[in-house]
């Protein structure tokens, strides 16, 4: 049984002639299906940024990272380091929790994550959002560095 997720980042792109694009052809402007590396990439993207607490039938989902850095829990380098990488650890066991599950099927090497790497970061004042560039390794070996923004001011 093939497991197809509707695209949510458009700003992944394909890495190579061999990450492909699944296109909804029936209609103008559909939904799209990511396979791959970019399933993988919006994934980890998806349950690092969600936060804990805010998916009403899975409460256990999503992780603090957003809360930590919109609230000014991060007030340097090291603060915004630890904060992703508890984050980060936090998103890749429930990613790992649910690649082991049997009811979803066998999740492909190059759509699971084995690694998360915060590179950089920087900050857009005047936006209010903070970049992270974060390199995720897949199981099947493939690398891709990933531009992820966070708005970090509030309304």
Not at 13 to 18: F, G, I, K, L
Not at 26 to 49: D, E, H, N, P
Not at 66 to 72: I, K, W
Request: hydrophobic share 40%.
């Amino acid at each position: 049984m093939n497991q197809y997720d509707i695209e949510m980042l458009q700003t992944i792109t394909a890495v190579s002639p061999e990450s492909v694009r699944l296109y909804n052809t029936a209609t103008t402007g559909g939904s799209r299906a990511v396979t791959g590396i970019q399933k993988m990439v919006q994934r980890y993207v998806v349950t690092l940024l969600t936060m804990l607490g805010s998916v009403r039938f899975d409460t256990v989902f999503g992780t603090d990272v957003v809360a930590d850095l919109s609230v000014g829990m991060t007030r340097n380098t090291a603060g915004l380091s630890n904060a992703f990488n508890f984050a980060s650890s936090d998103a890749l066991d429930i990613l790992k929790a649910e690649d082991s599950n049997i009811l979803y099927g066998v999740t492909p090497d190059d759509e699971r994550v084995a690694r998360a790497i915060l590179l950089d970061f920087n900050v857009d004042i005047a936006s209010g959002t903070l970049y992270l560039d974060v390199q995720l390794n897949s199981v099947a070996g493939e690398s891709y560095t990933y531009k992820m923004p966070v708005t970090i001011t509030r309304d």
